[in-house]
């Protein structure tokens, strides 16, 4: 492949320079109008080849995988001019918009967390004394009406001191789940009532 190439190259070569020869024959002859035209021909071509040359080189430099050529972005012209009018509204709107997405930005107030941090705890031990104490006179109970009213803290430790309960075998829940039962058989001589810890008040 080389070598056809170099071939392709020499011929075109032997080409030129015989077109060169012709032309000065022909301007040594009287007949001055065709040297001066062939002469022009041949500028003509010269120009030509450094054409195709310049433009193999940048699509050599641009070539992308298989024969692929890419354009160099073309410059997009921006416009620096703000041409739109706005009336006096129309700022105070956007300003009060972007004062409002500046104060959102900002940290909460400690105030926010009033409802959370202020929340009052109540420990799964005081709620197991109140599940005994009121079970402690009937011997049962519905279950409903251990849970109400209490907020969501009182729920939680609720359920908990129940749990705890079931597993000492102190209470037992009927199997539709509707009643909680007072086990006296399982509260020990050892300990004093709940009514009798608390001193008649809730923990």
Known sequence: QMQSMDLEITSEFLAMAAQLVYIKTVSLLPRHEE??????????????????????????????????????PLPIPVETVYHRNHSPQELLDAYLDSAGKARRRLPPPKTAFSGIVNKRMVSVSSRIIYVMRRLYQDGQLPYQELFAPCDRSELVATFLAM???IKSRRI??????????FNRTHFTGEEDSPAESTGGKEG
């Open 35 to 72: 040297a001066e035209a062939l002469k022009k021909q041949l500028q003509g071509q010269l120009l030509q080849y450094d054409l195709c040359q310049r433009i193999a080189k940048q699509m050599g430099t641009q070539y992308q995988g298989n024969a692929v050529f890419v354009r160099s």
């Open 172 to 181: 037992t829940i009927s199997d539709d789940n509707t009643m909680v039962y």
């Open 163 to 165: 749990l705890e309960l």
